[in-house]
């Protein structure tokens, strides 16, 4: 009888955690794997200003996603990574991304507050909800485009109300943008 308790146990499946990606986290996977990004490929990305305003950037990449200024901390949510780029992490770390549902399932107990209608800059992982500060990539078995979870921190009612499950936004696998990241689901 102990050891059917003990097998059963060992068999259930361990809580999932949905973990953002750090730049710091980042750094140490393109530089054991040598990976470049889409963005880097390209020479530019997509710098937004708020939400309706956006650019294209020249030399943005992770590294410097403004096309500017180096990141400042390497605890912020590492940014200007496509759909390509997460999967790519995900495969080295042995993680996966979340699906959007399951995104959602798992921000629901984070009660730190969220970075929205623009009040703050992105900022530190540890500090913030997951929910809100940079939209979130997410799994998707479509071909074409990808769904964004979570909202950024342009996001307010009145505007992309992103911070909400119903709101919809879709980029395709090879965008970045400054701020969109992805967070994984460790097991």
Same mark, same amino acid.
């Given at each position: 009888?102990l050891l059917l308790l003990v097998l059963m146990s ?19 996977? &393109? @530089?054991?794997?040598? !990976? ?7 020479? *530019? ?6 939400? +309706? /305003? ?23 949510? &590492? @940014?200007?990574?496509? !759909? ?7 495969? *080295? ?6 699906? +959007? /549902? ?53 996001c307010s009612e009145s505007t992309c109300h992103g ?20 967070s994984v689901v460790n097991q």
């Amino acid at each position: 009888m102990l050891l059917l308790l003990v097998l059963m146990s060992s068999c259930k499946q361990k809580e999932l955690v949905l973990v953002p990606v750090s730049y710091a986290e980042f750094e140490q996977f &393109v @530089t054991e794997t040598n !990976y470049v990004t889409d963005a880097e490929k390209y020479g *530019w990305s997509i710098v937004q200003i708020d939400v +309706y /305003n956006f650019k294209k950037v020249d030399q943005a990449n992770w590294k410097v996603p403004d096309g500017i200024h180096k990141v400042s901390s390497e605890t912020l949510p &590492v @940014t200007q990574v496509s !759909y390509n780029d997460a999967l790519a992490y995900c495969n *080295w770390a042995n993680k996966r991304l979340p699906s +959007y /549902n399951e995104y959602w399932d798992l921000v629901k107990n984070d009660n730190r507050m969220i970075v929205s209608d623009n009040k703050f800059p992105i900022s530190e992982i540890a500090k913030v909800n997951i929910l809100g500060n940079v939209w979130d990539i997410t799994h998707n078995e479509n071909t074409v485009s990808v769904r964004l979870a979570g909202g950024s921190l342009f996001c307010s009612e009145s505007t992309c109300h992103g911070t909400v499950k119903e709101r919809k936004l879709f980029v395709d696998k090879e965008t970045g943008n400054i701020h969109t990241g992805f967070s994984v689901v460790n097991q």
